[in-house]
């Protein structure tokens, strides 16, 4: 049998039985999508690079460790690997891009880009800390869904896949994490403008 007639799931079978060659097969099929998706969101080849190399240790462990038990759906698994390991990324203190600017997301679009008097600029750091700060206090769930849907720019249908809910769940936490924020915004009275 031709190597790209094998299924995924068989492929992962025979790696876990020992054919070192089945797991190459894997990575040579789904490589491009796997990067391309983890570039799209980190836009650094060295960085993107690292992430790449990570989501496969991580794959290589969990087949190695008898611990996979998605047969069948080897791609998304993967997918939301490398997806929960950019999200890991940006919260290793990066700065994470501020990407939308529309009225259900009023809370991020009063964070301007920086154009101004170095004040003006620590100012706006000053308010995109205190609100990164209120995102921690979110439910996990509803933070997920905010950093997938505002920071990574994924849609509902993206979010729904990737975190295994539906769409309906995904919007329905996207929409108590942005009143939520409100709330927190206004009980520690954080002024979100500069």
């Known amino acids: ?16 039985a020992g054919d070192e060659n089945a797991l190459a097969i894997l990575i040579n099929r789904h490589q491009s999508k796997i990067y391309n998706f983890i570039y799209s969101k980190i836009s650094d080849r060295d960085v993107a690079d690292d992430i790449f190399q990570d989501t496969f240790i991580k794959v290589i462990k969990t087949l190695k460790s008898n611990a996979y038990n998605e047969t069948g759906k080897f791609l998304p698994w993967v997918m939301r690997i490398s997806h929960n390991l950019v999200i890991d990324h940006f919260r290793k203190g990066q700065k994470m891009p501020m990407l939308r600017d529309s009225e259900e997301f009023s809370v991020f679009s009063m964070i301007t880009e920086v154009t101004q008097p170095l004040e003006t600029y620590i100012i706006t750091e000053q308010i995109e800390n205190d609100l990164n700060k209120l995102i921690k206090e979110l439910p996990e769930d509803q933070k997920e869904v905010l950093y997938m ?6 849609s509902f249908k993206e979010i729904s896949e990737m975190t295994g ?5 995904a919007l ?8 939520n924020l409100r709330k927190l915004v206004e009980k520690n009275q954080i002024v979100l403008t500069s």
């Open 1 to 16: 049998m031709a190597t790209n007639q094998i299924s995924d799931a068989l492929l992962v079978k025979n790696y876990i």
């Open 149 to 154: 849907r505002i920071y990574q720019d994924y």
């Open 165 to 169: 809910v539906s769409v309906n769940t």
């Open 172 to 179: 329905g936490r996207m929409r108590y994490a942005v009143m």
